[in-house]
């Protein structure tokens, strides 16, 4: 298996979302500065990019889900992708090795309203089983 960040954790509640879990397949993660980075799907220029707390292969990252406004009205669904990134790497973040499979439709969390905002934000396993985001009107 190609080097990932394994989720174990998804914490969203009071205004945040907070992703918890390991680094697989990099000797040498625990020398670099790790980013936890949201990137638009319908813009790929648009990152949103936070510090990673890594503890040996461990990390944990989290944001502000107000953070997700911008600037043009929001009409339909917008998706979002997580990634952790030290500048040389780009690791897809998501659920593997559980032995649980279509993730989508089986893993459903809360979803977090923006405060003086018409849309919420909710965490969601893709068909790949990599974690995302979804803003929603």
Same mark, same amino acid.
């Given at each position: 298996?190609?080097?990932?960040?394994?989720?174990?954790?998804?914490?969203? %509640?009071d205004?945040?979302?907070?992703?918890?879990?390991?680094?697989?397949?990099?000797?040498?993660? %625990?020398? %670099?500065?790790?980013?936890?980075?949201?990137?638009?799907r319908? %813009?790929?220029?648009?990152?949103?990019?936070?510090?990673?707390?890594?503890?040996?292969e461990?990390?944990?990252g989290?944001?502000?889900?107000?953070?997700?406004?911008?600037?043009e009205?929001?009409s339909?669904?917008?998706?979002?992708?997580?990634?952790?990134?030290?500048?040389?790497?780009?690791?897809?973040?998501?659920?593997?090795l559980?032995?649980?499979?279509?993730k989508? &439709?089986?893993?459903?969390?809360p979803? +977090?309203?923006?405060?003086? &905002?018409?849309?919420?934000? +909710?965490?969601?396993?893709?068909?790949?089983?990599?974690l995302?985001?979804?803003?929603?009107?």
């Open positions: 298996m190609k080097p990932h960040a394994e989720v174990e954790q998804v914490w969203p %509640r205004g945040r979302i907070r992703v918890t879990g390991r680094l697989l397949g990099l000797d040498e993660a %625990r020398e %670099r500065s790790w980013r936890l980075t949201l990137t638009r319908s %813009r790929t220029d648009h990152v949103l990019r936070y510090d990673a707390v890594l503890d040996g461990r990390f944990a989290e944001f502000k889900v107000s953070e997700l406004a911008f600037q009205a929001l339909g669904a917008e998706q979002w992708d997580l990634h952790l990134t030290d500048g040389t790497h780009k690791l897809r973040v998501g659920r593997k559980d032995d649980i499979r279509g989508k &439709a089986i893993m459903i969390y979803v +977090q309203p923006v405060p003086g &905002a018409d849309f919420g934000v +909710q965490p969601y396993f893709t068909v790949e089983d990599n995302s985001l979804e803003c929603r009107p």
